[in-house]
């Protein structure tokens, strides 16, 4: 039984930090990429951000920058850390693995197996 399951989000204002957490169980990531997504209402699943197996990242435009995105395949873990939030960061979050791409995984994921139940980032102005 594989689960991804999110911890971390919250409340923060404008300017603020806060960090969304996904540990898998059930089988092991090591050799595959797993990434974020997010969504808000009225919107779309977006991409947010990724991580190869070898640490390789890719951040949507308009977090890179601000957010960074880390891994630890001894732990089978995965954190994204958000810095300098904006209210349009928030969303629910959701932790997406394995991310199957060709070159970009913004442009051309084509599948992606597992997903966590999303965890909520707010951000007040």
């Known amino acids: 039984q594989v689960e991804l399951v999110e911890s971390g989000g919250g409340l923060v204002q404008a300017g603020g930090s806060l960090s969304v957490s996904c540990a898998a169980s059930?089988?092991?990531?090591?050799?595959?990429?797993m990434g974020w997504f997010r969504q808000s209402p009225g919107k779309e699943r977006e991409f947010v951000a990724s991580?190869?197996?070898?640490?390789?990242?890719f951040y949507k435009d308009s977090v890179e920058g601000r957010f960074t995105l880390s891994r630890d395949n001894s732990k089978n873990t995965m954190v994204l850390l958000m810095n300098n939030l904006k209210p349009e960061d928030t969303a629910v979050y959701y932790c997406?693995?394995?991310?199957?791409?060709?070159?970009?995984?913004?442009?051309?994921?084509?599948?992606?197996?597992?997903w966590g139940k999303g965890v909520l980032v707010t951000v007040s102005s």
């Open positions: 997406a693995a394995p991310i199957s791409y060709y070159d970009d995984p913004r442009r051309d994921y084509y599948g992606i197996d597992y």
């Open positions: 059930g089988r092991t990531f090591r050799y595959y990429a």
């Open positions: 991580i190869a197996w070898n640490g390789q990242t």
